[in-house]
């Protein structure tokens, strides 16, 4: 069997042209008002038969990608490159089909459970998503009854210095102690690379740990419960020491900042709530809609007839005679 592909580069290349030169030669005439399925891009013969691709088709599949990737193929180069992609997509087809794989029970037992699984989707955006509704009071009366859910904890921030050196942790303390800034010692530290991994390590914001929660960490469980019942203001007058996955770090702190816990406005939380709410409807709509399938089937359940499974026997274990 004798396939022959007539397209190379530049017959796609006076193709992608000849449709731009249409377009400048009917002045008035829009891309959309060209007859683009008579602009042919590609053409071979399979087995006889001529097959062709059009500038109609090519657009057609390029459309059906995300709108993100279409943004590569719209201008002349770039369709040029698509339709490479698609004559190799379309040219393995062609064989598996020669091949009859496309009558393979297996992948058309898989093509049905698709098919049908495309159906109730469909069916669902029809009988579920059409028909749910719901208000701005329902979205207020839900944030009501769930305030306790949308409760900011609350968090603190500190400038920590994390070291695994006792030595070097207590000479930095003295410094810090006899008048030198934490911050600055921070930073001095993070520029030697004498910073251990833990709270306020970071090379743009040397020892700032940023604002965060009891609930943070638990493997450092000891150092945010003692900057949680500091002062702001307050400083280690001592180096703190705790143990994390085995290591022992030596840390300097002093507290920056604390926020309280406080209550999430149904504006910062709204599409959350919106989230939700949707959900439920669409939740509750499916029972109401099944309901309604069941009663239009005249649905009768017989779970009795389901029979009992046999209990398993145990193997008897075979016993070896004496000798």
Same mark, same amino acid.
């Given at each position: 069997?004798?396939?022959?592909?007539?397209?190379?580069?530049?017959?796609?290349?006076?193709?992608?042209?000849?449709?731009?030169?249409?377009?400048?030669?009917?002045?008035?005439?829009?891309?959309?008002?060209?007859?683009?399925?008579?602009?042919?891009?590609?053409?071979?013969?399979?087995?006889?038969?001529?097959?062709?691709?059009?500038?109609?088709?090519?657009?057609?599949?390029?459309?059906?990608?995300?709108?993100?990737?279409?943004?590569?193929?719209?201008?002349?180069?770039?369709?040029?490159?698509?339709?490479?992609?698609?004559?190799?997509?379309?040219?393995?087809?062609?064989?598996?089909?020669?091949?009859?794989?496309?009558?393979?029970?297996?992948?058309?037992?898989?093509?049905?459970?698709?098919?049908?699984?495309?159906?109730?989707?469909? /069916?669902? #955006? %029809?009988?579920? =998503?059409? +028909?749910?509704?719901?208000?701005?009071?329902?979205?207020? *009366?839900?944030?009501? &009854?769930?305030?306790?859910?949308?409760?900011?904890?609350?968090?603190?921030?500190?400038?920590?210095?994390?070291?695994?050196?006792?030595?070097?942790?207590?000479?930095?303390?003295?410094?810090?102690?006899?008048?030198?800034?934490?911050?600055?010692?921070?930073?001095?530290?993070?520029?030697?690379?004498?910073?251990?991994?833990?709270?306020?390590?970071?090379?743009?914001?040397?020892?700032?740990?940023?604002?965060?929660?009891?609930?943070?960490?638990?493997?450092?469980?000891?150092?945010?419960?003692?900057?949680?019942?500091?002062?702001?203001?307050?400083?280690?007058?001592?180096?703190?020491?705790?143990?994390?996955?085995?290591?022992?770090?030596?840390?300097?702190?002093?507290?920056?900042?604390?926020?309280?816990?406080?209550?999430?406005? /149904?504006? #910062? %939380?709204?599409? =959350?709530? +919106?989230?939700?709410?949707?959900?439920?409807?669409?939740? *509750?709509?499916?029972? &109401?809609?099944?309901?309604?399938?069941?009663?239009?089937?005249?649905?009768?359940?017989?779970?009795?007839?389901?029979?009992?499974?046999?209990?398993?026997?145990?193997?008897?274990?075979?016993?070896?005679?004496?000798?």
């Amino acid at each position: 069997m004798k396939k022959i592909f007539f397209v190379v580069t530049a017959v796609v290349a006076t193709c992608l042209l000849t449709w731009s030169l249409v377009r400048s030669d009917n002045h008035g005439v829009s891309e959309e008002e060209v007859d683009k399925s008579q602009i042919i891009l590609a053409e071979m013969k399979w087995n006889g038969e001529l097959i062709q691709i059009s500038l109609e088709e090519l657009d057609a599949a390029i459309a059906e990608l995300p709108s993100y990737r279409q943004r590569n193929y719209s201008k002349k180069e770039g369709k040029a490159e698509f339709l490479e992609d698609y004559i190799d997509k379309k040219l393995k087809l062609l064989q598996a089909t020669e091949h009859g794989f496309d009558k393979l029970q297996d992948h058309l037992d898989k093509l049905e459970d698709y098919t049908h699984q495309l159906m109730v989707e469909k /069916l669902t #955006e %029809v009988e579920v =998503d059409a +028909k749910v509704s719901y208000t701005d009071e329902d979205l207020k *009366a839900y944030y009501e &009854e769930n305030k306790a859910n949308y409760v900011e904890a609350a968090k603190v921030r500190a400038i920590c210095i994390p070291l695994d050196d006792e030595d070097l942790a207590n000479a930095t303390l003295d410094e810090i102690l006899a008048g030198a800034d934490i911050v600055e010692m921070a930073v001095k530290l993070t520029e030697q690379d004498k910073i251990a991994n833990g709270p306020g390590k970071s090379e743009e914001n040397p020892g700032n740990t940023g604002l965060f929660s009891q609930s943070a960490s638990p493997n450092w469980s000891e150092f945010i419960e003692a900057v949680f019942e500091m002062e702001i203001g307050e400083m280690t007058d001592t180096v703190f020491e705790t143990d994390v996955d085995d290591e022992t770090y030596y840390l300097i702190f002093r507290k920056e900042e604390h926020k309280s816990e406080r209550q999430k406005e /149904l504006e #910062e %939380v709204q599409s =959350d709530v +919106k989230r939700k709410v949707d959900r439920a409807a669409k939740r *509750a709509r499916i029972i &109401e809609w099944v309901e309604e399938i069941s009663q239009q089937g005249k649905l009768k359940l017989y779970p009795e007839n389901i029979p009992t499974p046999e209990p398993e026997t145990p193997e008897e274990e075979s016993e070896t005679p004496d000798k």
